[in-house]
């Protein structure tokens, strides 16, 4: 295998140290670095959902980083354990899906995927490739190399264990099936979230059993939703999407809190460290008011995404609509006559909960439920008065010329025809 060129501090430094949590073992992988051998970098995914959103950027970051000092991505397609579901953290199984949800999900992936990561210098390999024949015997001879003790180890299955939640047998096996994958491609590195940490030693420990040098573990941070808390998950609905048009890309990241700008700009952006410790140092003292690192935040990734032009169209339409409180001037409208014949309403008014549905404001119910009651939901009438629509409100009948504004940047006004 070809070699790679010799690795200059700085690249070094950033590469071990920018978004990045831990790797097992650190040495040996800054040795491996040093050596000059073209690194075989595995990622793999699950393709239970077709969407990625800014957490995943984290590692496909860091990965692009690798790429372009040489070394060799290697993507693996979990269509046969997305078809086990992993917890990874989760209270509860995953559904199972067939094999042809789990390959057009992974269409989808492998689309957003490549807008971080060079296609031009990755390989693709789904896992069928070598699962497709195992037989029981080797399955059996797989998981005799490892204990139930040693997999309830892993803090979600103790969790579930101690709190008497079922774990199913599939589940077990699926952090050898993915160690396997290791083992079948050769990896020198493996990529994942921290919450990876254990199916990433596992496939250490395997590859150690089976003859191969053990593969260097890389975990990158988990980053937090714009709600401040908890992960980024779409569950969660604290999540940015790379698919994101401009407008809600940058909106969104505008309502990160402000103890996470730094991390997002460390994690999801080139700024200089050395410019960002300077901008974290100006924010704590009060001579940087943190909407404007923000704003530059939200720059800089819609940027990534889009280009120039979408990022300046994106802030200047937050600067109009959210901080100078105008209203947008390409309100989506809805009309009478189409709700009628959508079965939507009968009359010349409209429920508000109705309306949010047949306008795709809100995806049910409880959703709208959700959002009258955390008061994200304003009714503006034609002599704009903004009104809040509180949450034993939903039945609340609308007129023609009324506008519907849900979250900040989100409208739907009423006409007649």
């Known amino acids: 295998m070809a070699g790679v060129g010799k690795i200059s501090p700085q690249d070094l430094e950033s590469v071990i140290t920018r978004g990045v949590s831990e790797i097992i073992s650190r040495e040996e992988f800054v040795r491996l670095l040093q ?23 984290v590692g496909l970051r860091k990965l692009r980083q690798l790429q372009e000092l040489g070394h060799q991505v290697i993507l693996i397609v979990g269509d046969w354990t997305a078809q086990i579901g992993d917890p990874s953290g989760q209270s509860a199984t995953r559904t199972m899906l067939s094999h042809e949800e789990v390959l057009e999900n992974a269409k989808s992936y492998l689309r957003q995927f490549f807008k971080v990561v060079d296609e031009s210098q990755a390989q693709v390999i789904y896992q069928s490739e070598w699962f497709g024949n195992f037989d029981l015997a080797k399955v059996i001879e797989l998981t005799g190399r490892f204990t139930v003790a040693q997999f309830l180890q892993r803090a979600d299955f103790a969790q579930r264990f101690a709190d008497q939640k079922p774990i199913a047998i599939t589940e077990l096996l699926y952090p050898l099936l993915q160690a396997y994958d290791s083992v079948a491609i050769e990896a020198d590195v493996e990529f994942g979230g921290t919450d990876q940490m254990f199916n990433l030693l596992v496939g250490r420990e395997l590859q150690g059993m089976m003859g191969q040098t053990p593969q260097q573990c890389f975990m990158m941070p988990i980053l937090v939703g714009t709600d401040g808390v908890q992960k980024m998950s779409k569950s969660l609905d604290n999540y940015v999407a790379v698919d994101e048009a401009p407008v809600d890309m940058y909106g969104k990241l505008m309502s990160v809190s402000d103890d996470q700008i730094m991390s997002y700009f460390e994690y999801l952006t080139d700024v200089p460290m050395p410019e960002l410790a300077a901008m974290a140092a100006d924010v704590e003292s009060n001579a940087l008011n943190p909407m404007e690192p923000k704003k530059r935040l939200a720059w800089e990734v819609t940027n990534q995404f889009h280009d120039r032009a979408a990022a300046d169209a994106a802030q200047a339409h937050f600067e109009r ?48 439920k959700r959002l009258l009651t955390q008061g994200a939901v304003e009714r503006i009438s034609q002599d704009d008065d903004p009104q809040p629509v509180t949450g034993g409100e939903a039945g609340y009948l609308l007129q023609p010329g009324d506008l519907l504004k849900v979250g900040k940047r989100r409208y739907v006004r009423l006409t007649d025809s």
């Open 35 to 57: 050596s000059g051998k073209k690194l075989r970098l595995k990622m793999g995914f699950d393709p239970s959902r077709p969407d990625i959103h800014l957490g995943h950027v």
């Open 321 to 368: 609509v959210v901080q100078g409180r105008d209203l947008p001037t390409d309100i989506p409208e809805m009309s009478l006559a189409d709700l009628r014949s959508q079965g939507v309403t009968e009359g010349n008014e409209v429920r508000v909960d109705d309306l949010m549905l047949a306008a795709g404001l809100a995806p049910s119910k409880a959703q709208v």
